[in-house]
């Protein structure tokens, strides 16, 4: 997996303030993407060891919420972002929440077969991006079609935060 940069604290991409790992490689191509530049898989910077620790150092100050994944898309490296996020999981347990964007849709994610990332994610911006529906007002997503799914016990529910400018 190859990644562009970390950002944080970053307060646009979840809620409170957050560290976000930008990863290379996305399918989609949507139009109108204001990230054109994650989509290729062979730019960004390895995500190595030495990465590694600098998003657990960055994750371990304590203002920092949690993490969130970006890109790119993560999905589109399910592997590696699955064996991180059980790292993550492993090192700060609940202490940090953790949220995806992707341009899968939730259906997608389960035919797929990628479920399994679910236990590790609190909520997930699903869709891909639509310039026909842009829309600024939105919190955390950039179209109407893009659904904000939150963890409710072993289940993903739509978000309240749907209904918030």
């Known amino acids: 997996m190859k990644v562009h ?24 191509h949507c139009k109108g993407c204001h990230n054109k530049g994650t989509w ?3 730019s960004g910077k390895p995500f190595d060891d030495e990465y590694k620790q600098k998003l657990f ?8 919420k949690g993490l969130t ?6 999905l589109d490296s399910y592997e590696d972002i699955l064996k991180l996020l059980e790292e993550v999981n ?11 964007y992707t341009g899968y849709t939730m259906e997608e994610i389960f035919s797929n077969g990628w479920k399994e990332i679910l236990w590790y994610v609190d909520y997930i911006v699903d869709g891909r991006y639509d310039y026909t529906k842009k829309d600024l007002s939105l919190a955390f997503r950039g179209s109407s079609n893009q659904i904000i799914y939150e963890k409710c016990g072993p289940h993903f529910i739509k978000s309240e935060l749907n209904n918030t400018l």
């Open 5 to 28: 940069k970390i950002t944080y604290p970053d307060v646009n991409n979840g809620l409170g303030c957050r560290a976000t790992l930008w990863v290379a490689g996305c399918s989609h």
């Open 40 to 42: 290729s898989f062979n």
């Open 57 to 64: 150092d960055v994750l371990s100050l304590p203002y920092i």
């Open 69 to 74: 994944l970006s890109g790119g898309d993560p």
């Open 90 to 100: 492993e090192k700060f347990g609940d202490t940090k929440d953790v949220w995806l």
